[in-house]
């Protein structure tokens, strides 16, 4: 079985500051493993992923994730919130042979000015 | 560029009433889902196709049906429409060679049941 942990449901920063949103998961075999985001009222756009290449990748608007298989994580980074990253982030799992993605619950991220 | 077209985009359905959610891609893509979106549950997957003709059920089929005539469409439908049906949905497609690729996403439809 395959599962997605979003640890927090809601982080506040303050704009400039770093932004750190986690995510674990549990799977048997090597996952591919997304970050998608979601503005108020949007669809979902993704902002990166992990197929088993390089361990740090890179995404759109700054943000970067990290996997590390020791400890099952894969979350999300940002040095420095702006206003308009305020949404609501979904870490998403995938597993070779499945016909479809597993969500995890969602991070909503506020920027305070 | 379309991508994924969902409609409708907003839809107030009576306890009982029965009514299709339409999505539509133009990007050739094998693989389509629809997810439901609740607060605090991420997106659960209702129904998905990995190619016309072939359908299965995901997550939370219950009071859902689809079908999968064309490559480009993917319905769903509401048999007998409930509150507990109050919810946001996407649909979505990707490309047939796997699940390693992205999701491209509908702008959801968002449906109360009155």
């Known amino acids: 079985a395959q599962s997605v942990t979003q640890l927090d449901s809601h982080v506040s920063v303050s704009e400039g500051t770093p932004v750190l949103l986690r995510c674990n998961y549990s799977?048997?075999?090597?996952?591919?493993l997304f970050w998608y985001v979601q503005h108020p009222n949007k669809g979902l756009q993704l902002l990166l992923k992990?197929?088993?290449?390089?361990?740090l990748v890179k995404g759109i608007n700054g943000f970067e994730a990290e996997f590390k298989k020791s400890e099952t994580s894969f979350h999300l980074t940002k040095p420095s919130a702006h206003m308009s990253d305020a949404a609501e982030y979904f870490c998403v799992v995938s597993l070779p042979g499945r016909r479809a993605l597993t969500f995890g619950s969602g991070t909503r991220l506020q920027v305070q000015p | 560029n379309a991508g994924v077209t969902q409609t409708p985009k907003f839809q107030v359905l009576k306890t009982g009433q029965s009514m299709t959610l339409q999505c539509a891609q133009d990007m050739n893509h094998e693989y389509m889902s629809w997810y439901r979106q609740d607060p605090g549950m991420g997106l659960r997957l209702i129904h998905y196709?990995?190619?016309?003709?072939?359908?299965d059920q995901g997550e939370v089929p219950n009071g859902y049906n689809v079908s999968r005539s064309t490559t480009e469409d993917f319905p769903l439908r509401l048999l007998s429409a409930a509150p507990s049906q109050t919810s946001v949905y996407f649909c979505?497609?990707?490309?047939?060679?796997?699940?390693?690729?992205?999701?491209?996403f509908g702008q959801g439809t968002r449906l109360t049941v009155v």
């Open positions: 979505a497609s990707s490309y047939a060679t796997g699940m390693n690729t992205e999701a491209f």
């Open positions: 799977s048997s075999y090597s996952p591919s």
């Open positions: 992990y197929t088993s290449a390089a361990t």
């Open positions: 196709s990995v190619g016309a003709g072939i359908t």
